[in-house]
């Protein structure tokens, strides 16, 4: 299978979803569908939120995420490797209206193919919102800032979608301590066979917080 080119409405297809659903099982090697959706929802959000929030963050313009107007590539292994908007939204609070309106039409229709739950798809999404604009806002010299504007618009889009967290991380002494997203969600990857992330919420408090430090230090 080649490389695939599609609009972002290809995501309310239940076949096509069901179909990136297997192959994330494969790329996974897990044959629980409620795992492998997951998992390629974890890195779906992500990439498929970055071109609308870092345009947000870095020029106060957002982009239009109504899905027919948002190119996805898409490799033969099932997994988006950029998302490009079209179009540009009129002012920047048209944004959370429409980000409600595409992950309306797009969540229950992965939650159908994995047999997951919309809400806990909401909330990877969140962590995915929270994370894109802290990075974004880290690199611009505010991450406090970063951390406010992920709190308001997550609040502007509005429930099941939960406000994001973030904790202050101890990386080195006599250094500032280094926010992170304190994650609201899992992506069951230690269910396909692999470590738990540094953040999974499925771990002692200590233990979480000593492998954040951890990988903070790399930032």
Known sequence: MADRIVTADALT??????????????????ADRRVAGTLWWYTTSSILLTPFLTRLAEVDLAPDPELSGVRLHINPEGRLLNAQ???????????????RAALDAVLPVLAEASGTRVRPLWAITADSLANVLLR???????????AAQATELAAAIG??????????????????????????SCCLIYQAGFAKCASCPHQEPFERLDRMAEAARLL
Do not use: I, K, Y
Request: hydrophobic residues 45%.
């Open 85 to 99: 908007p079209t179009r540009l939204l009129s002012t920047v609070d048209e944004l959370p209206g429409r980000l």
């Open 136 to 146: 974004a806002w880290r690199g611009l010299g505010d991450p406090d800032r970063g």
């Open 159 to 184: 429930a099941p979608m939960p406000v994001p967290r973030f904790v202050e991380v101890a990386v080195r002494a006599g250094s500032p301590p280094v926010r992170l997203v304190r994650r609201v």
């Open 13 to 30: 297809d239940p076949g096509v979803v069901a179909e990136l659903v297997a192959l994330s099982g494969r790329q996974w090697a897990t």
